[in-house]
């Protein structure tokens, strides 16, 4: 069965770091697309950032731009987010998802659209507080 399945969460001060993992099974990373989103209670989830395998393409939302880095390792079948500087309104759930797209208009917009991928993990809770 095709999984996904993110880890690394937890509760960071604000102007802190954290690295979140997704390590996917049954499948590997060589292809298609794979992003972070996430949602905020009482909010849409909304994309952070995702990578093309195509060309190793990376895209990022506006407001996460320069403080999180996606990466993948292929070896381990894994991707990461690094986030530095964290700030209280980037609390939320966050999950990793796959699509079989390789990029779109979007994207390059920093508009990650949750609705263009197909397998999803379950999430790892981020708070960010003093």
């Known amino acids: 069965q095709v999984q996904l399945v993110e880890s690394g969460g937890g509760l960071v001060q604000p102007g802190g770091t954290l690295r979140l993992s997704c390590a996917a099974s049954q499948f590997t990373l060589d292809h298609g697309s794979i992003g972070w989103f996430r949602q905020a209670p009482g909010k849409e989830r909304e994309g952070v950032s995702c990578?093309?395998?195509?060309?190793?393409?990376?895209y990022y939302a506006k407001n996460v731009k320069g403080r999180f880095t996606i990466s993948t390792d292929s070896a381990k079948n894994t991707v990461y987010l690094q986030m530095n500087s964290l700030k209280p309104e980037d609390a939320a759930i966050y999950y990793c998802?796959?699509?079989?797209?390789?990029?779109?208009?979007?994207w390059g917009l920093g508009e990650i659209d949750p609705g263009d991928f197909e397998t999803w993990g379950r999430g790892t809770q981020v708070t960010v507080s003093s």
């Open positions: 998802a796959w699509t079989s797209i390789i990029q779109t208009t979007g």
């Open positions: 990578l093309s395998s195509s060309d190793g393409s990376t």
